[in-house]
């Protein structure tokens, strides 16, 4: 019997992929993947600390696991993560998680083969953190969550120092990949059945390869690539946005229709505040070129109420703003305070009660734009990639649109991977149903 690993993933979509990494390199050591923490020889907690609520998830499910490994010397509970580039929480966990067996993180996770075998062969603890990395890890091994789409890692870190986020204290400097060893992992996806792909990093667009070039120049080589349908990238910052990569959406038939194009807040004053680097006038003058260039292009976003400072015009901006951009769908945040961020020591903190009264408000704007978006859909016909067996009903099925838009309709299993045309008949909140053709 092989020995089994489960691992436990807060947080984004880097985080994610960084995960199919150290199963993929656990896979190259001879362990399988197993869905209980239970049954598994090794649980590995990928730790992410861009809100309080993923650091107070992670404590509680690391709680879970003291009885089990206290009580069985050949359980091995790691922790890794943009958590763990953090030295109050390192001195925190070494304090009350001390039979934690190995503690790394987000610069060195290719190196944790050698971690485990250190910490098994010497029965001992094992830290290893890096405050930063020259070089980006290519080409690791990679236990895909889908078999037919696929994260690609283009840039790793953040030069942006939003004044909100630790990313850039926990991630490093920003690095890029080139641009042919990003094409050649492609082509190596899309012979493995990959359709479509998603590049990845903090800020995609700001990627520049060492021979200078851009992200631009990697969407038009990706386009190229036979056999791959569908080219998506998240996430790109509104101040790198260029003239060139709106014309990439005319000129490249598989870049998908979409852009998650975080806003934050819709107050100039504020984004100052944030150092966002464009204003409210720039950014809607980048969705009106997106329009023109695509007008079948759907638009999601990040939006943070209550950042310190923030007033009831600065709150209004926002609302005005997603009734003007009229977005597909938003990821609502609540600011909180991230230690070790500049913001988190203004000192005009505002109220949770204020906090969360406006946070309902721009949910439920959100919602009924999201719904009216929705009900646009109606009678269209999309081209659907199938994802999986739907879980209300298990008898259809779910994918997405070239837009991101969630589809249910009944089908076969045997149709998982492939895309297909499905009419939308009906239209909820928060996705579609339709019926295949
Ligand atoms: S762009 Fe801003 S919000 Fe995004 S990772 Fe960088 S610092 Fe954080």
């Not at 075998?117 to 603890?125: F, G, I, L």
Request: glycine content about 6%; proline content about 3%.
């Amino acid at each position: 019997m092989s020995n089994k690993y489960h691992i436990i993933t807060f947080g984004c979509q880097m985080n994610e992929h960084d995960s199919e990494n150290i199963g993929g390199m656990l896979e190259d050591m001879g362990y399988e993947n197993c869905d209980d923490k239970d049954n598994a020889n090794i649980v590995i907690l990928n730790t992410c600390s861009i809100r309080e609520h993923a650091d107070e998830r992670f404590y509680g499910k690391l709680g879970q696991l003291k009885k089990k490994r206290l009580g069985d010397p050949n359980y091995v509970v790691a922790v890794c993560g943009c958590m763990m580039q953090q030295e109050h929480i390192v001195k925190n966990m070494k304090k009350k998680f001390p039979w934690v067996d190995i503690i790394f993180g987000t610069h060195n996770i290719e190196e944790f083969p050698r971690l485990l075998q250190t910490c098994m062969e010497k029965r001992s603890k094992v830290k290893e953190i890096l405050s930063d990395r020259d070089l980006v890890p290519e080409r690791l091994p990679s236990s895909r969550l889908y078999k037919y789409k696929s994260f690609v890692n283009i840039t790793y870190g953040c030069n942006n120092f939003c004044t909100y986020c630790i990313v850039p204290y926990t991630r490093g400097r920003e690095k890029s990949r080139s641009i042919d060893s990003v094409i050649s992992e492609v082509k190596f996806l899309v012979a493995d059945g990959v359709k479509e792909i998603t590049y990845l990093g903090q800020n995609v667009n700001s990627f520049e390869d060492p021979d200078g070039r851009d992200f631009t120049d990697l969407i038009y080589e990706t386009n190229k690539i036979e056999g791959l349908e569908r080219i998506r990238f998240m996430t790109s910052h509104p101040k790198d946005l260029s003239d060139r990569l709106i014309k990439a959406y005319a000129d490249c038939d598989k870049l998908c229709n979409y852009i998650h194009l975080p806003v934050q807040s819709g107050s100039t004053e504020v984004l100052k505040r944030m150092n966002r680097k464009y204003d409210r006038d720039r950014y809607l003058g980048i969705v009106r070129k997106i329009k023109e260039m695509v007008p079948d292009i759907t638009i999601s976003t990040d939006i943070i109420v209550g950042f310190p400072g923030e007033t009831e015009e600065n709150f209004s901006d926002t609302l005005d703003m997603i009734k003007e951009v009229k977005y597909d769908s938003a990821f609502t945040f609540l600011y909180s305070i991230r230690k070790g961020t500049p913001a988190g020591e203004y000192d005009d903190q505002i109220p949770e009660k204020i906090k969360h009264e406006r946070f309902d408000r721009l949910l439920n704007d959100i919602n009924k734009i999201t719904a009216d978006k929705n009900r646009e859909y109606v009678g269209r016909i999309e081209k659907v990639l199938v994802e999986g067996i739907s879980k209300n009903n298990k008898s259809k099925l779910v994918g997405r649109t070239e837009g991101f838009k969630l589809v249910s309709f009944f089908g076969e299993a045997n149709l998982i991977g492939e895309i297909i045309s499905v009419r939308i008949i009906n239209a909820n909140t928060f996705s579609l149903e339709g019926e295949m053709l």
